[in-house]
């Protein structure tokens, strides 16, 4: 199975792909072989001005905002339809573009773009708002109306998955938007691009520019009329957006990194835990924002879930991302396998021993491979302990009680996910009361996200949270109307 890859990623705005310009060229290159296959036109100032203009004109003059919910959950419906008809293409590109197995793209990562779509379908036609009656006197009512033109941006590990999420909430809301994901894996969302016009989104509704942050995404973040930015990504990048959208007061979005820990207590059933721990920093290479990246053993168990850990680890099948074989391909682009092979010779100096991987995978003379890497730390202070490394990378503590797990996981700068796997409902109750982080599972990996239910992380991990409640309170005006039913009796200035 092949799918074709464009010869040039351009902007998509107003319904329609960009020629392409005399701009900044930047190689789209696959991982797997570190071949280039297209080649991405970089968006200036003036580029993204027009994609913000078309988002601006739609919003101002177009059917959109002004779309019936049922309308709207039409066009939604058409939308899955077609995403649902073309998957396997989806599917391709963005394994050609991001290294993630195939297998893993089509079956886990891309029909997120179904459920999102489905799921703000829905609840288009069963939200509703607030009214009030003070008596005989007053009637009071909240009127919702869409923020406007909305920026969206998305990272390189899941940039179509991500994307569409963000997407089908702005335009759930009656806003319009312009898209941006990483300069290293535009290939699919541009696709979607094609299918959401197909589907009947009207020009300008969706826009998409495309280039590196300092040059596009500033430009998009700056623009005077975008009323807000939703990004995920990294934190750093995620200072600057906070900052520069804190100039023109506009609303901001963060969802960012982690470094979340996995905590295992002698209770536990330590088959599954073992299991879930290796999906948790193993599944897409590790690069995924809610990984289990710092593992938490109690000494009581310590030795015999990293024999069980370990060992596994040493047996996951790195190959090919499109061999059904492969449970992981090569990381998404050349920095991101450096800063990973650059933290085991961190992880050497800071007196942690490497139990598995730590270098290239074997049989690959190109391509981002890397093992799978497990190494146990002396303490959490470790920086492998402290800085996200967003690869195949786990490091393993011991420690003696709940409450010392409970402290590691705490003393982080992040705090987006952690995992506790207990027998016992106690331990479970006290430490998802303590654990500072967006999100606790227990006794299970992060197997989904649930739109009804809000996503976001304490600390450095983000701001703001996505979800149905949050989406609608971050992509709307709230409007409270006030009409008096009956004369006011008023005091009479200056008689």
């Known amino acids: 199975m092949s799918f074709p890859i464009p010869a040039d990623v351009t902007s998509f705005i107003d319904g329609a792909f960009v020629a392409p310009g005399a701009g900044t060229r930047l190689p789209v290159v696959n991982p797997a072989d570190e071949q280039q296959i297209s080649l991405l036109h970089e968006a200036d100032a003036g580029e993204v001005d027009r994609a913000v203009a078309a988002a601006r004109n739609a919003f101002a003059h177009g059917p959109w905002p002004r779309m019936a919910p049922a309308a709207r959950k039409a066009v939604f419906a058409r939308i899955i339809e077609l995403v649902e008809r073309n998957l396997d293409e989806l599917a391709w590109l963005e394994t050609a573009n991001t290294g993630q197995t195939l297998h893993y793209a089509r079956r886990y990562q891309l029909p997120r773009i179904l459920g999102s779509f489905g799921f703000y379908a829905e609840w288009l036609g069963q939200a509703t708002e607030l009214a009030t009656q003070d008596g005989d006197a007053t009637l009071r009512y909240v009127l919702r109306e869409p923020l406007g033109v909305v920026a969206l941006i998305s990272p390189s590990n899941a940039?179509?998955?991500?994307?569409?999420?963000?997407?089908?909430?702005?335009?759930?809301?009656?806003?319009?938007?312009?898209?941006?994901?990483?300069?290293?894996?535009?290939?699919?969302?541009?696709?979607?691009?094609?299918?959401?016009?197909?589907?009947?989104?009207?020009?300008?509704?969706?826009?998409?520019?495309?280039?590196?942050?300092?040059?596009?995404?500033?430009?998009?973040?700056?623009?005077?009329?975008?009323?807000?930015?939703?990004?995920?990504?990294?934190?750093?990048?995620?200072?600057?957006?906070?900052?520069?959208?804190?100039?023109?007061?506009?609303?901001?979005?963060?969802?960012?990194?982690?470094?979340?820990?996995?905590?295992?207590?002698?209770?536990?059933?330590?088959d599954?835990?073992?299991?879930?721990?290796?999906?948790?920093?193993?599944?897409?290479?590790?690069?995924?924002?809610?990984?289990?990246?710092?593992?938490?053993?109690?000494?009581?168990?310590?030795?015999?879930?990293?024999?069980?850990?370990?060992?596994?680890?040493?047996?996951?099948?790195?190959?090919?991302?499109?061999?059904?074989?492969?449970?992981?391909?090569?990381?998404?682009?050349?920095?991101?396998?450096?800063?990973?092979?650059?933290?085991?010779?961190?992880?050497?100096?800071?007196?942690?021993?490497?139990?598995?991987?730590?270098?290239?995978?074997?049989?690959?003379?190109?391509?981002?491979?890397?093992?799978?890497?497990?190494?146990?730390?002396?303490?959490?202070?470790?920086?492998?302990?402290?800085?996200?490394?967003?690869?195949?990378?786990a490091s393993l503590l011991v420690v003696d009680s709940l409450d010392e797990a409970v402290a590691v996981a705490n003393h982080s700068r992040y705090g987006l996910v952690s995992y506790l796997w207990t027998g016992e409902l106690g331990e479970a109750m006290d430490a998802t009361r303590r654990i500072q982080a967006g999100n606790v599972l227990v006794n299970t990996p992060m197997l989904s996200l649930d739109p009804r239910l809000p996503f976001g992380g304490y600390k450095e991990s983000g701001v703001g949270r996505e979800g149905a409640l949050p989406s609608r309170y971050f992509y709307t005006e709230e409007k409270t109307v006030t009409i008096a039913l009956t004369p006011p009796a008023l005091p009479k200035l200056g008689c």
């Open 159 to 270: 940039p179509t998955a991500l994307a569409s999420t963000k997407i089908a909430a702005a335009l759930a809301f009656g806003n319009t938007c312009v898209v941006k994901t990483s300069e290293f894996t535009p290939l699919a969302l541009a696709r979607l691009m094609s299918l959401l016009a197909e589907a009947g989104v009207p020009p300008g509704v969706v826009n998409l520019v495309n280039g590196r942050g300092h040059v596009t995404g500033d430009a998009l973040v700056r623009h005077p009329d975008v009323r807000a930015i939703s990004f995920t990504g990294g934190t750093s990048t995620a200072r600057h957006i906070a900052a520069t959208a804190g100039e023109a007061l506009k609303r901001v979005d963060l969802e960012l990194g982690g470094k979340s820990a996995n905590i295992v207590m002698p209770s536990a059933d330590l």
């Open 272 to 393: 599954v835990a073992v299991d879930a721990a290796l999906l948790g920093i193993y599944t897409n290479n590790g690069q995924q924002c809610f990984a289990g990246s710092r593992v938490v053993l109690h000494r009581d168990i310590a030795d015999a879930f990293i024999d069980r850990f370990v060992a596994r680890a040493e047996r996951i099948r790195v190959g090919h991302p499109l061999e059904a074989s492969s449970e992981n391909g090569p990381l998404a682009f050349r920095g991101s396998y450096e800063r990973v092979a650059s933290y085991v010779d961190i992880a050497r100096s800071e007196g942690c021993k490497v139990l598995a991987g730590g270098n290239r995978a074997p049989g690959f003379d190109r391509g981002y491979y890397f093992r799978p890497t497990a190494v146990l730390a002396p303490s959490n202070a470790a920086r492998v302990c402290q800085e996200e490394i967003f690869g195949p990378f």
